[in-house]
């Protein structure tokens, strides 16, 4: 009986006050518009950061004359007594001679013969552990030379400048994006709590007078809260319903075309809509009930 | 106006026990009430007023008449003295206990203070559904007391769709659909013609009959000639004057034990 009632109220109240209605329904239907497509785009962002991260490797080149045996000797080392270490590819003589000539065959064409030497490429469990692993393979002298560990490997790189741009860009792109998304969710709740604080404002008077008759708060308050929690559920429903039109018709014909979209870290639409939907409700419904207390003070 | 005169339910209503006049319904001490702006609303009024009473509250605009009310309602606080309803003192009652103490009071509000979103049915209906009367009740007592204030044509139509005087025959409804023992009416005929005004006079005197206590202010002075029941003169916040009128009917209170009354309670 009570529920039915304060149900019946709720939709009373929107019925007679359709512009705030629409106002509160329509902040929540923004507001999730924008978290919805703004959310997908950072994860893709934060994977394609990562994905460029992952590219970051260490090259550990042998000596010219090294025989089948020490370079069994090493990848052994590498693979088992290194750490942090993802994964080794071993990267012959010939092989690297093909890929440098197809990028400056002319320098090569003037060469002659093939000065390059065998070498390694070691992938990093993680990236920013790349320092670490040539560290290990290639231990400073207290003099500040480098020396190796074994006397089949002639030298440990890695494209240093290149490696400290990937790792800083990356990790910029990620905070900004982080940032950007905690600023988006705080406008938001703002935006759809005070929407709804004014559209109370105008009927603080109704408040008053029920305060008058002898309504006790709770009273008052439970037809607001369900008017927030049908709003927010009406303003969910449809943010989501254009969101998945949006990207079936949009976003999954491109994906195809473009690997960033169908980046593997972005959440899945359902588990996306349910978060949004929750987040609408609790905040509507919160932001009525709470906004409501300053006027219940007669 | 025939509506009013056809229902005798409420006149015909049992009455309630004769008051114990030890008890006033209303007590106001040395009461004192000045508004934050430096206005003062009620200047040391001291009054009381018996169980089954009916009294006028007269005086000038900004005489204080509806500071008295809304003390009484507990809407503000005085800023001195002591202000008692059925000799509890108001200051005891906690913020949570407020509405149970105002569903005890039916006020007619000098702006109506109807709800806009509600039609006159629902208006009325409010002060039943706060304190969780059944629908079988509400369903009865509701056109029951719209017939009694004749607007039983306009149940479905909202408070913007009324004239002034139906408006205030709503507040009137509401105020006693919940047939409160203290009903106070705040200028209940300031929008009425003098023929209406006659009609929701006979039925603040019918609703007394039943033996609520009822207070009315107002600048209507031929209606309080012609009533002719107790009068408190209000100035500037003070009692200047205190007069228990012609007797009415042989029903009422003897006039001069009331005058009894409150002279021992005002010289306490
Ligand atoms: N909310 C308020 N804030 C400040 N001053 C107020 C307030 N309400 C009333 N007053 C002041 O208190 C005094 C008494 O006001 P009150 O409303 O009690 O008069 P009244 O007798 O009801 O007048 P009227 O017959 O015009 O209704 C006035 O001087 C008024 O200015
Ligand atoms: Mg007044």
């Known amino acids: 009986m009570k529920l039915g009632f304060f149900l019946k109220e709720a939709l009373r109240s929107m019925r007679r006050n359709p512009i705030p209605s629409f106002a509160a329904m329509a902040s929540v239907l923004v507001t999730l518009l924008v978290l919805g497509v703004f959310i997908p785009v950072v994860q893709a962002t934060t994977g394609a950061a990562n994905e460029v991260r992952d590219k970051v490797a260490l090259e550990v080149y042998l000596k010219p004359d090294v025989t089948d045996a020490q370079i069994q000797r090493v990848r052994d080392r590498l693979v088992n007594e290194t750490e942090h270490v993802e994964s080794v590819r071993f990267v012959s003589k010939e092989e690297a001679y093909k890929r440098e000539s197809k990028r400056n065959p002319e320098a ?72 950007l998304c905690g600023l988006l969710i705080v406008a938001s709740a703002l935006l759809v709590s005070n929407t709804i604080r004014l559209s109370l404002f105008s009927r603080r008077r109704e408040v008053e007078v029920m305060k008058l008759v002898g309504a006790t708060d709770s009273f008052i308050r439970w037809p607001f809260v369900l008017e927030g929690v049908i709003l927010g559920c009406l303003g969910g429903v449809l943010a989501i319903l254009l969101l998945a039109v949006g990207k079936i018709a949009f ?41 409501l207390r300053r006027f219940l003070k007669v | ?153 306009k149940l479905h139509n909202y408070p913007d769709q009324l004239s002034g005087g139906e408006q205030q025959r709503v507040a009137i409804a509401r105020a006693f659909v919940n047939h409160p023992p203290l009903l106070l009416a705040d200028e209940p005929t300031g929008n009425l013609d003098p023929e209406t005004s006659i009609g929701i006079m006979q039925l603040l005197y019918r609703i007394n009959r039943t033996g609520s206590t009822v207070i009315v202010a107002t600048h209507d002075v031929a209606m309080v000639d012609k009533m002719r029941r107790r009068v408190i003169e209000l100035q500037r916040g003070r009692v200047v004057r205190d007069q228990a009128a012609a007797r009415y009917s042989g029903g009422e209170p003897n006039t001069a034990e009331l005058g009894a009354i409150l002279k021992e309670h005002l010289e306490l």
């Open chain 1, 108 to 179: 090569y064409e003037l060469l002659g013969s093939n000065p390059l030497p065998d070498s390694f490429r070691i992938t990093p469990d993680d990236p920013d552990n790349i320092q670490a692993i040539r560290n290990a393979l290639a231990p400073m002298t207290p003099s500040g030379e480098r020396t190796v560990v074994d006397p089949a490997i002639d030298e440990v790189k890695n494209r240093k400048e290149e490696t400290d741009k990937i790792l800083t860009a990356t990790h910029v792109v990620k905070l900004a994006m982080g940032v």
């Open chain 2, 1 to 153: 106006m025939a509506a009013l005169e056809q229902s005798s339910r409420v006149a015909a209503a049992p009455r309630r026990e004769r008051p114990t006049p030890q008890v006033p319904v209303v007590e106001l001490r040395h009461v004192t009430k000045r508004y934050e702006g430096g206005d003062v609303g009620l200047d040391d009024c001291s009054l009381a007023i018996s169980r089954g009473e009916f009294v006028f509250i007269v005086g000038h605009s900004g005489s204080g008449k509806s500071t008295l009310m809304r003390l009484l309602m507990k809407e503000t606080e005085p800023t001195e003295g002591i202000v008692r309803v059925a000799g509890r003192d108001l200051r005891d009652i906690g913020r949570r206990k407020v509405p149970y103490y105002r569903r005890n009071i039916g006020m007619v509000f000098q702006d109506f203070k109807l709800l806009p979103n509600r039609t006159v049915y629902d208006n009325v209906a409010y002060a039943l559904q706060v304190t969780g009367s059944s629908r079988r009740e509400i369903r009865t007592k509701v056109p029951d007391i719209l017939r009694l204030t004749g607007l039983s044509t």
């Open chain 1, 251 to 291: 976003v999954d014909p491109l994906a195809e075309d473009f690997a960033l979209i169908s980046a593997p870290e972005t959440m899945s639409l359902p588990l996306l809509a349910l978060l949004l939907m929750l987040a609408a409700i609790v905040v509507s419904a919160l932001g009525s009930g709470l906004s």
